[in-house]
């Protein structure tokens, strides 16, 4: 009998004694650290409040507080609503706010007023979109 489970045996300890070996090498290559994924997070968290920041102080100009006030809704409501947007969105919004607001310092008026209507725009279809989607 034992020399029926002779070869399966041996087969099983060299498989398993060439295998612990390679296990116990350590941490695999594909796996965050936990401090490296607090770190992530944090940059992550970061970015977006950095975001919300550009958004609030574009939504304080004079131009945008005209569009807020036409749609009637406040800075306020709209940095509160920013945070049911994904971060990537968030992100191009921010950027855009950003890029018009460069134009404004920089006096290109025409072309600056079209944004603001375009940007508004978006801003209210992205705000009437976040309403209706709660109120459902």
Do not use: C, W, Y
């Not at 489970?5 to 004694?17: D, E, V």
């Not at 116990?24 to 992530?40: F, K, N, V, W």
């Amino acid at each position: 009998m034992f020399n029926e489970l002779r070869k399966p045996l041996s087969l099983f300890l060299a498989f398993t004694l060439t295998l612990v070996p390679l296990m116990a090498q350590g941490e695999p290559d594909h796996i965050l650290s936990t401090s490296a994924l607090h770190q992530s997070l944090r940059a992550g968290k970061q970015a977006r409040q950095n975001d919300i920041a550009r958004i609030g102080r574009f939504l304080e100009m004079a131009p945008a507080q005209r569009v807020l006030r036409t749609a009637q809704l406040t800075s306020g409501e709209v940095v509160q609503r920013l945070a049911t947007l994904s971060d990537e969105e968030l992100s191009s919004l921010a950027a855009r706010t950003g890029k018009i607001e460069r134009d404004v310092v920089a006096g290109d008026r025409g072309m600056t007023i079209l944004k603001f209507v375009i940007v508004g725009a978006a801003a209210a279809t992205i705000i009437a979109l976040i309403v209706t989607h709660k109120a459902t």
